[in-house]
């Protein structure tokens, strides 16, 4: 029987839905159907995409798209409409939804989300403010609207479940850190499984023995250390703040720089209420900050090609910062490094970007080509190194959706 699997990628701008077969051999790969998206979520008018074979649809204008939820309702409308699509003719049609989660707390793996995994899910709500609510609106939906399909919830932490302790604890009281579970948990991880698979399969290197350092840079932004194929070290940490700057995310500050900005920090903000309770400094640094803030645009697009000053002090600030994790990663990988991989919405669309990092690493061994660069094209995994670098320089087309559909045909079909 023919098995449709919806994955939904709720990111902090734009919700991704891939609609997917499963394939008709023992481990085969999910049969892509049909990809459909709404971006622009922090900077409306938000853009729909919808591509199945040849029909297209690229960057409507679509009004009246305030949330998530509202991008994952108006797309499941969207898909089951289409006459085109035969095999999802009827919301009956999906037997399984998969659900990006960002925070999954300790969990090392994907969970079929039932009442208590649905519960705790809410619990780490205020450790990814931007993320887990609007999630799981889209899992109550989902459950509302599909009550005959299996709801299956993929967490953006598991991926950094092996990050040595060392590495993941703070240096804090540890009395306090274990019982209110404050630790490193990393971010991105079900986009860097997908890239440590592909660049492996791409380098014709077992995953195992996989060392890159992999960057997502999307409106949310993380670099990841893998070594051995798994995660050893990431830029985010108890939540997405941490590390890069993002789209509307300050990243890494004097953590008593907030104490200086406004009296009122710890004062609960007007996100808060039932489901989740964040700070006005949390607010502040979640929501009004990043480029944003200092641009007044979320889109590192316009950023990138614009010569305003406060435009190119946002690229130098984003430059810099990605900087700041390269070098110590290369020499936690004690410079055996296989390539340093761009992915993210600016990591594959971004070549000036992708220039001004690769340039800042001269030294350690890296150089890209300038050919290449500017159009890497449409597969998976692109090469643009350049000629007498040491080291590969590649881009990723990351795919979440991807990910989760193949990760839950492995595990419901035991390969
Ligand atoms: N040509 C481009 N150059 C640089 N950045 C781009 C370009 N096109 C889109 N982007 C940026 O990609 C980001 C969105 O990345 P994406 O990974 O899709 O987001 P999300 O974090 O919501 O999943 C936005 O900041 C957008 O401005
Ligand atoms: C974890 C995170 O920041 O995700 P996104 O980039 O999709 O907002
Ligand atoms: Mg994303």
């Known amino acids: 029987m023919v098995e449709v699997i919806l994955s939904i990628n709720a990111g902090s701008s734009s919700v991704k839905i891939s609609v997917y077969k499963s394939p008709e051999t023992p481990k085969g790969n999910p049969i892509p159907l049909a990809e ?38 108006f797309i499941l409308d969207h898909l089951t409409k289409d006459e085109g699509l035969p095999e999802l003719a009827r919301k009956e049609d999906i037997h399984f939804t998969c659900h990006r989660v960002v925070h999954g707390g300790d969990y090392p793996r994907s969970q079929v989300i039932d009442e208590e995994t649905y519960h705790h899910i809410q619990e780490l709500s205020d450790l990814a403010p931007l993320h887990n ?41 540890p009395t306090v850190a274990k019982r209110n579970k404050l630790r490193k948990y990393g971010f991105h991880g079900i986009s860097y499984a997908f890239i440590a698979r592909s660049v492996a399969e791409h380098l014709s290197k077992p995953l195992d023995s996989l060392n890159i350092i992999a960057l997502h840079l999307g409106s949310g932004a993380s670099a990841c ?47 808060s209420g039932t489901n989740m309770h964040i700070t006005e400094a949390e607010e502040i640094l979640n929501k009004k900050s990043g480029w944003k803030a200092l641009t007044g645009t979320t889109d590192f697009g316009a950023i990138s090609s614009s010569d305003k000053e406060q435009d190119r002090l946002a690229f130098d600030i984003f430059v810099d910062r990605i900087l700041n994790y390269v070098g110590p990663y290369f020499t936690k990988l004690d410079g055996e490094v296989d390539a340093l991989v761009f992915a ?42 350049g000629e007498g670098a040491r080291f590969k320089t590649l881009v990723c087309k990351t795919d979440e959706q991807c990910e989760m559909a193949r990760e839950w045909l492995r595990i419901s079909t035991g390969w």
Request: charged content about 20%.
């Open 36 to 73: 459909c998206s709404i971006d622009g979520l922090t900077a409306p008018p938000a853009k729909l995409k919808y591509e199945r074979g040849d029909e297209k649809i690229k960057g409507k204008e679509i009004e009246g798209i305030g949330s998530q939820d509202d991008a994952f309702q």
């Open 344 to 385: 993210g919405g600016i990591g594959e669309k971004g070549a000036k970007l992708r220039k001004a990092v690769v340039n800042g690493v001269k030294c350690l061994g890296f150089k890209g080509d300038d050919g290449k660069n500017e159009a890497p094209g449409d597969k998976i995994v692109v090469d643009i190194t």
């Open 133 to 173: 609510a609007p999630a799981l609106s889209i899992v109550s939906t989902s459950s509302r609207i599909l009550p005959h399909a299996i709801n299956i919830a993929y967490f953006d932490s598991s991926f950094h479940s092996t990050i040595p302790p060392y590495i993941s604890t703070y240096p804090i009281d």
């Open 225 to 271: 250390c893998i070594k051995n194929g798994k995660s050893w070290d990431t830029s985010m940490g108890l939540t997405p703040l941490a590390g890069l700057p993002g789209a509307t995310r300050s990243g890494s500050i004097d953590p008593s720089l907030m104490f200086h900005f406004t009296h009122s920090a710890g004062k609960p903000s007007h996100s």
